[in-house]
């Protein structure tokens, strides 16, 4: 059972940069696929990136592709998005998730609580 906590969400203007993070508690990050969603208001949840358990890369939806990097650190069972040159369409509120099975998925098992982003000047 895994427990899933973001942070590092908030305000920042056009252009600029966020680090979010995602804290893992309850077992440890190796053997999942781990992953990062968004809803921005009025809009459907989406899938930002994802890094399967089978594969030696993240990938990412072609909005954010180039902009936002997700990476992991195993030693301290952190996820992190680095997301830069953010732009009105980047405001959301994001999701770090998990599952054992691989992703791109639509469901995963696990979900944090959501942290706000928004870029506004």
């Known amino acids: 059972q895994l427990h899933l906590v973001e942070s590092g969400g908030g305000l920042v203007q056009p252009g600029g940069s966020l680090r979010l993070s995602c804290t893992v508690s309850?077992?440890?990050?190796?053997?999942?696929?781990v992953g990062w969603f968004r809803q921005a208001p009025g809009k459907e949840r989406e899938g930002v990136s994802c890094?399967?358990?089978?594969?030696?890369?993240?990938r990412y939806a072609p909005p954010v592709k180039g902009r936002f990097t997700l990476s992991k650190d195993h030693a301290n069972n952190m996820v992190y998005l680095q997301m830069n040159d953010l732009g009105p369409e980047d405001t959301g509120v994001y999701y770090c998730?998990?599952?054992?099975?691989?992703?791109?998925?639509?469901?995963?098992?696990?979900w944090g609580q959501g942290t706000q982003v928004t870029v506004s000047s």
């Open positions: 309850g077992s440890s990050l190796a053997g999942y696929s």
């Open positions: 890094w399967s358990n089978r594969e030696d890369i993240p």
């Open positions: 998730v998990a599952d054992a099975g691989t992703c791109p998925r639509i469901a995963y098992n696990y």
